[in-house]
């Protein structure tokens, strides 16, 4: 089945710069790969998604790059600000035989932004 | 939050007792999913369902069941909770394109 690496594991930037979240995944098979940001008690929520044929998606400040050959894919969080500190998580997904989408998460990326 | 509660969000039990969690949704969505999220593990998915009575293991079922009789409700079901079994846990629901997954407001669940 499909396995997730997510790195690093922490992350502590200063506001106002950028912050670099890299995943890799092992089954080639997997086409679909969504990030989820994830505040204190709160529930994971959606916040880009990226198919396996592109290889760039951009919103507002956030892009998701997807390197299908190496079969990595990173997230990028340009003029970081105080709210975008959370955990972050990369996923990807493993289609099944009944079509219902096996979602196999990262372990998370807890992003701290220095004021 | 595509119209996804959860009960009860907190729970406090005993080890040996049984132990039901409802995902409830409003949206008439197909594919429901359990997942529980420990420190260190991300998110794991337990089980989950492609319609009603029609459901699959995940990557971490043992211990779990599951039941969906009727479009709107997946229940979680742990027959004898174990201390390994604290955790929160979060329903997830699929839409459109069966891939894009909104979760539901979790469950804390800890087992003394």
């Known amino acids: 089945g499909e396995n997730v690496e997510q790195h690093p594991s922490t992350l502590s930037v200063q506001e106002g710069d950028s912050a670099v979240i890299k995943c890799t995944y092992s089954?080639?098979?997997?086409?679909?790969f969504p990030w989820y940001k994830q505040e204190l008690g709160k529930r994971p929520q959606l916040i880009i998604d990226?198919?396996?044929?592109?290889g760039e998606k951009k919103d507002q400040r956030i892009a998701v790059t997807l390197n299908k050959t190496a079969k990595h894919f990173s997230l990028h969080i340009t003029e970081t600000q105080p709210e975008d500190s959370a955990v972050y998580f990369c996923?990807?997904?493993?289609?099944?035989?009944?079509?219902?989408?096996?979602?196999?998460f990262g372990s998370g990326t807890r992003l701290s932004i220095r004021p | 939050d595509a119209g996804i509660t959860q009960s009860p969000r907190h729970k406090v039990t005993e080890t040996g007792t049984p132990v039901t969690l409802r995902c409830h949704q409003t949206?008439?969505?197909?594919?429901m999913y359990w997942y529980r999220q420990d420190p260190g593990h991300g998110l794991r998915l337990i089980h989950y369902?492609?319609?009603?009575?029609?459901?699959d293991k995940g990557e971490v079922s043992d211990g779990y069941s599951v039941s969906r009789s009727k479009t709107e409700d997946f229940l979680l079901t742990l027959e004898s909770a174990t201390s390994s079994q604290t955790s929160v846990y979060f329903c997830?629901?699929?839409?459109?394109?069966?891939?894009?997954?909104?979760f539901g407001p979790g469950t804390r669940l800890t087992v003394l």
């Open positions: 997830a629901i699929s839409v459109g394109d069966r891939d894009t997954q909104y």
């Open positions: 996923a990807a997904t493993e289609r099944g035989y009944s079509s219902a989408s096996k979602i196999i």
């Open positions: 369902s492609y319609g009603v009575k029609d459901t």
């Open positions: 990226i198919r396996s044929n592109v």
């Open positions: 949206e008439n969505h197909r594919y």
């Open positions: 089954d080639s098979a997997s086409n679909y």
